[in-house]
Structures are given as C-alpha cells and as structure tokens.
C-alpha cells in the first residue's frame, strides 16, 4: 500500500500543509521555543498510526540488508584516538555501540519515510521550527533517510551528530525495556568544544542529562550537533526502530566519508 503524504502525517493535529495558517504557525512559534530553550522538541502522534504499521513491517522488512554496526569509538563517531592527548580525554574516551543502520538506499520513493522527507510542506515547516530560510534534503546517498534497529543488548552511545545543525527522528516502535533516549543540551558550541563538560558526561556525570519519552509516531527535533546524546542499552525481543532524517541549510551537502564509514559500514554506495 502506497501512501501519500497528507495521509502519512496526522494533519488533524499537525497542520503543517497550510503553512499560513494561525493554526501552523502558532504550532512553528511552539515548537521553535522548545527547541531555543530546551534544545529539543517533541511531536507526539505526529505518523498516523497507520503509515506507523506500515513503516515498522518495512524495517523489519530490510533490516537483513542493514549494517550491522558493531564497533567502539568516541563520541566523535571516530574509531581511533588522538595520541597527544590524555587517555581520559574525550576524543581517547572509547564505547561500544550497536545497532543495525539501515541506509537511505535501501528505501525507495513509495516508502512513508521517503515521501515525507521530500514533501515540500514538510520541508517548509521543518525550516520555521529550526528558524531558518530553507531547508534543503541531504544529497549523500546514504544519509538523507535512515532507519535504525535496536535488539537485545544493543545501544547508541554518547555521541555528536556530525556537521548538522538539528537532528529529526522519529519513533516508529518503542523496546520492551531500555532504548531511552537521553541528552545533555549545549554540552558544546560552534565556537567551543567544552572538552571539560564532555569529559564529565563520558565519565558517568548525569547532572546535566535529560530523559526524552517517546512513543510510536513521535517526531523529535534536537540540536544534535552540540548536545551529546545517546541511546541506552535495549532489553527483550522487541526491536527499538527509529527513523532518522538530514535536512541541510544549503543545497548539495553529502556527509563524511569518514563517519559514513563508521555509521554504515561504506563510504557511499
């Protein structure tokens, strides 16, 4: 079953076709607000339940041809070090994550995923929560629309998000136990890496650390590029999957081939 996107997003409760409107745009100064004050937003319900069912039966669907990735590395997504530094340091400070990374090429244009990501209106709304001009898609072959797999035992460690100003996800199935989504807002900025503060969270400090609750269809937008966040470990047989989307400020952006290869196992495709 194809789905179009005004049946995928719950537009009864997110308005987000009629951009003008004072339903839409008192939801964009909401949603704006949270992200500037708290460095995340939540949409809850914002899949319809039924493009919800059909993305989970996808995933599971190609999670076979997913990368299973499991590996150690910081939280700078690298797997090596840097020798003139301190073992304790963040960028020597080692954890293992795994998960199954399933990539945008293995989704084609019928996917909800897909065609959500490329919706104009959605493009449109996401740029008035993130308070930009535009918004453009990710045009790596990888990164643009990806699912992620949680099973039993698995995680996401504390990590940045690589060059991106937010990070989109959205909850497609919850674990049995475990799978939470935590995050230390402005752990760092543009202009300052506050290896101190990163220190501490890598070392077990969970002063600054907040537990963000989703459930199935919940979009969540979070600065991911300077707050540290993580996965905790999942526990059962229920996977954890989740979507991950890459909006760009400029047209023409494709990702690292360094972190590709961490993230999906390839440079490209």
């Not at 987000?16 to 409107?21: K, Q």
């Not at 963040?90 to 990374?101: L, Q």
């Not at 752990?187 to 070392?203: G, L, S």
Request: charged residues 20%; proline residues 6%; hydrophobic residues 35%.
């Amino acid at each position: 079953m194809t789905m179009t996107p005004e049946q995928i997003v719950n537009l009864d409760r997110y308005p987000i076709s009629d951009l003008g409107s004072d339903a839409c745009q008192t939801l964009i100064k909401q949603m704006n607000n949270d992200l500037d004050t708290r460095q995340y937003c939540v949409m809850p319900n914002f899949f319809t339940e039924a493009a919800v069912e059909i993305s989970v039966q996808e995933a599971l669907a190609k999670k076979p041809d997913g990368f299973a990735n499991s590996s150690d590395r910081n939280c700078y997504l690298h797997k090596q070090g840097e020798p003139d530094l301190p073992d304790d340091h963040p960028r020597n400070t080692f954890f293992h994550a795994s998960y199954t990374m399933m990539g945008a090429h293995l989704f084609n244009d019928a996917s909800c995923i897909v065609q959500m990501y490329y919706w104009q209106p959605m493009i449109d709304f996401i740029a008035g929560v993130v308070g930009e001009p535009a918004l453009y898609p990710n045009e790596d072959p990888l990164q643009p629309t990806n699912i992620l797999a949680y099973s039993h035992g698995d995680n996401s460690a504390w990590h940045f998000d690589s060059e991106n100003s937010f990070t989109m996800t959205l909850m497609l199935q919850a674990a049995d136990e475990g799978g939470n989504f935590e995050i230390s807002p402005n752990t760092r900025t543009d202009d300052e890496q506050h290896y101190d503060k990163v220190a501490k969270i890598v070392h077990g400090d969970r002063s600054t650390v907040q537990t963000v609750p989703r459930e199935a269809g919940a979009l969540v937008i979070f600065r991911g590029c300077n707050s540290l966040h993580r996965v905790t470990t999942v526990e059962g047989d229920k996977n954890r999957l989740m979507s991950v989307f890459v909006y760009e400020r400029e047209p023409g952006v494709t990702g690292d081939p360094r972190v590709n290869e961490t993230v999906y196992g390839r440079a490209t495709v």
